[in-house]
């Protein structure tokens, strides 16, 4: 495993030794007096352990040069100034579902019991900092209890991802990203995932709540609650985009804290090819989330249940089409945020996502084949958020959504 410098502070250490870090354990805090090369040691132990916990899902990270990949730190060269509103960026639907096979699933059917194949729950192939370095933006993380130690873990659906794996790993493998890349933003749309046998409870709120509020979390989450900035506000930082509630925390100043823009679960519709979701209102001016979700993870409707992968790939793609039309039309919500699921799948004929996004392999192609010409030909304009399974397997597709 490559790591780069450590930018861990003392300040940090001593947090990790607090318990923000739990399983990471030292006997004492480093004193002023002694060695800068000692502090710097134990953290970067305490990093690195942290990555290794974190790898199910975050990966390894390599590396990545601007010069050689434009897709890098692609943020660096638009002005701080820019609303994010305004700006196009690629995303990846269930991201954390690159690293779930058969054999993954088999090895956890004592948690799970039988559910459907693997290939119905894997929509990504990459890791989240490949996704980073091939210029990925916004994540959607669906979690829930990790089923035996009480931590908070990654789902899609039924399928437990990584058992080991806590959210809190993850959000530090973040920051070890951010600090590396101080030009980028990155956007982090956490759902609870329902279906996972556990329940959304007040102890998982709280522990939720305690994740995100802490002052760690103070200094890399973007702390401006109910509306989208510039990209200068957001850079080197995460932006939430809230689709959990804390309906169960007490309403007390312990639980006060909010940030980032809330999706409320009960207004986001899972089979809508146009969501309204107001989520603030500033001057009398309603801010809106339009939303296209069109069975972004379940299957298709408006088709017999006899339609196959051409017919069923069609129908996604008129419909992303349809909802990146409104996006780049600027007499229409130019000013709004606009979020398109390009992702889908159809299990009763067997269109996994893999089917949906990349096509059969031989006459049918995939909504992300489909859906290049068009980016090409409106390069420059803004798309919103462009949400994508398997991103990458069709070259050109991010470059395109970037402007690169």
């Known amino acids: 495993m490559v790591l780069r410098k450590c930018y861990w502070r003392p300040r940090v250490l001593f947090l990790l030794t607090s318990g923000v870090c739990a399983g990471v354990t030292f006997g004492l805090v480093a004193s002023p007096s002694e060695p800068v090369s000692v502090q710097q040691s134990l953290a970067q132990a305490a990093l690195t352990e942290i990555l290794q916990r974190g790898a199910p899902i975050l990966g390894f990270d390599t590396g990545c040069d601007p010069a050689l990949n434009a897709t890098c730190d692609w943020m660096a060269k638009i002005p701080d100034d820019t609303e994010l509103v305004h700006m196009s960026i690629p995303g990846t639907h269930d991201s ?55 931590t908070i873990g990654f789902y899609h659906s039924q399928a437990l991802l ?4 806590r ?18 933003a990155v956007f982090l749309s956490i759902n609870y995932e329902g ?9 998982f709120q709280e522990q939720l709540y305690d994740i995100l509020s802490g002052d760690l979390a103070t200094k890399y989450w973007v702390q401006v609650n109910g509306t989208l900035g510039t990209l200068g506000e957001a850079r080197g930082k995460l932006t939430l985009l809230q689709r959990f509630d804390y309906s169960l925390l007490p309403n007390t100043s312990e639980y006060s804290k909010r940030f980032g823009i809330h999706l409320d679960p009960e207004d986001w519709h899972d089979n809508d090819p146009n969501i309204t979701l107001v989520y603030n209102t500033v001057n009398g001016t309603e801010q809106i989330a339009y939303i296209e979700v069109s069975k972004d ?89 462009v949400m994508l399974d398997f991103f990458d397997s069709v070259p050109g597709v991010v470059e395109a959504i970037i402007n690169a």
């Open 167 to 184: 959210l809190e790993d993850v959000l530090f493998g973040f920051y070890y990203w951010l600090d590396a890349h101080p030009t980028e």
């Open 297 to 385: 993870y379940y299957e298709m409707d408006g088709l017999p249940s006899s339609a196959g992968a051409a017919e069923n790939i069609q129908w996604k793609y008129n419909a992303t089409i349809a909802h990146l039309q409104d996006a780049i039309n600027p007499d229409l919500h130019p000013d709004q945020l606009y979020i398109t699921f390009a992702s889908s799948e159809h299990d009763t004929n067997g269109e996994t996502p893999r089917i949906m996004a990349l096509g059969n392999g031989s006459d049918v192609p995939g909504v992300n084949q489909k859906i290049l010409p068009w980016l090409q030909e409106n390069k420059g304009k803004r798309f919103g958020i």
């Open 96 to 150: 954390s579902t690159w690293n779930y096979t058969q054999a993954t699933q088999n090895s956890l059917l004592g948690y799970t019991g039988p559910i459907e194949p693997a290939e119905y729950f894997q929509c990504q192939e990459h890791s989240y900092f490949q996704m980073l370095e091939g210029g990925i933006r916004v994540f959607d993380l669906r979690v829930a209890l990790n089923p035996g130690n009480g």
């Open 195 to 203: 279906g996972t046998g556990t329940q959304d409870t007040l102890a």
């Open 162 to 165: 990584a058992p080991d794996t």
